[in-house]
């Protein structure tokens, strides 16, 4: 099975690397992936597939055995993220972004291909009788805009019927050629925190008569996140940091308004179910020791993605017997949070973190303009969701 999903991989590497750059060039927002979304479709459906789009952006694609060829297993399900970042593409390749501001700098674009091109793969060969389970591509819009638009996908139907889900996301520590797996939590969960203060203001003389707004936004931005992690098991990798303070227009006058904005990332699912109820005490006892008010605007973004213990071991199965043993590596858990966590919660499943540095190269790590992966990494990913597909039934 290995050397008929490689030859039919090979087949389609050019124009792989072809649709690959597309995309990368031509870089969507979440919940903008028009052009995407089409792109997607028109190519499936010249394959002889039959899309669902859904509400919006993205879309669903079913792939069935031929009649007669299915072993009674239920559905898999791979997903491909389809959106962008908005940060600019500084890279000096032919390929590079056409739209200012917009670059696919996680990876999402080799998601995308690496997802179609096992669709194509697995058609080829489910007409030759050799697809013994039905089979499912999601390809997702708005993973980076929380709380993911994996729950658009989910609200759609998208994983009715599914009994297990996989995917893969670049990870630019791991040299191409190689893919990284774990068991349990892989990625962090994400919340976004906006913390807004307020008092009566007044003048820099005289701060015993107001609030002195600015010294309590200082203490709240340094002691909420120490408070916080005093007050949570320090193993569930509790971790507030801001992105962005701002109060005032003068040096001699107290503002009357000031606000934090940053992020909660946890390690640990039942931590991040805690916080929400002690962030609001910790918040009123900080702001409170000042004198001001207080508003506390938490955006619950992603839980951690929990792998599942058996999908990881047919990944690591089917990788090793792909790529060899000594390509298959443990990967650490990331802070960075991922939306494929809501897949998770209703069906099992695992993500894999596919190797995509050039062999000798520095590493140019994921959200930055500079990024790019050895494309190499497309066949590999195709090769892995195929084997899946394909594995045997025990």
Not at 43 to 67: E, F, H, N, Q, Y
Not at 363 to 378: M, N, P, S, T, W
Request: net charge negative; charged share 25%; hydrophobic share 45%.
């Amino acid at each position: 099975m290995a050397s008929a999903i490689a030859a039919r991989v090979a087949a389609y590497a050019d124009e792989l690397v072809e649709i690959r750059r597309d995309l990368h060039m031509h870089p969507e927002l979440g919940r903008e992936e028009f052009r995407t979304t089409g792109l997607i479709r028109d190519r499936l459906a010249k394959a002889g597939l039959t899309p669902r789009l859904l509400p919006g952006t993205g879309l669903v694609c079913d792939l069935l055995p031929a009649r007669g060829t299915g072993d009674g297993r239920g559905m898999i399900a791979f997903r491909g993220d389809i959106d962008a970042l908005p940060v600019d593409d500084v890279k000096d390749v032919s390929y590079r972004s056409t739209v200012p501001g917009r670059a696919h700098a996680c990876g999402h674009d080799v998601h995308t291909t690496v997802t179609l091109g096992a669709a194509l793969v697995l058609a080829d060969l489910a007409e030759q009788g050799l697809l013994r389970r039905p089979v499912r591509f999601v390809f997702q819009p708005a993973e980076e805009k929380l709380p993911g638009g994996a729950l658009d996908v989910i609200k759609a139907g998208g994983l009715d019927g599914v009994e297990e889900i996989h995917a893969v996301h670049c990870d630019p520590k791991v040299e191409v050629g190689r893919v990284a797996l774990r068991v349990g939590a892989i990625t962090s969960a994400c919340d976004r925190l906006i913390i807004t203060l307020g008092g009566p203001g007044g003048h820099t003389a005289r701060p015993h008569q107001s609030t002195d707004l600015v010294t309590a936004l200082a203490k709240m931005a340094a002691e909420l996140p120490a408070a916080l992690a005093r007050r949570i098991d320090p193993r569930s990798g509790v971790s507030i940091v801001w992105g962005r303070i701002a109060a005032g227009s003068a040096p001699n006058v107290i503002p009357q308004r000031g606000e934090l904005d940053g992020t909660l990332r946890c390690l640990d699912i039942e931590a991040w179910r805690q916080a929400p109820d002690l962030l609001q005490e910790l918040v009123d006892a900080i702001a409170s020791t000042y004198g001001a008010k207080w508003e506390l605007e938490h955006h619950r973004g992603v839980p951690p993605v929990v792998n599942d213990a058996d999908a990881v071991a047919a990944a690591r199965a089917v990788a090793a017997g792909m790529l060899g043993a000594a390509n298959v590596e443990t990967t650490e858990q990331s802070l960075g949070g991922e939306d494929f966590s809501w897949y998770l919660e209703d069906v099992p499943g695992q993500l894999t973190r596919l190797g995509v540095r050039p062999v000798g190269e520095p590493v140019y790590d994921l959200h930055q303009g500079r990024f790019d992966v050895d494309e190499a990494a497309i066949g590999i990913g195709v090769r892995l969701f195929a084997g899946l597909a394909l594995r045997p039934h025990r």
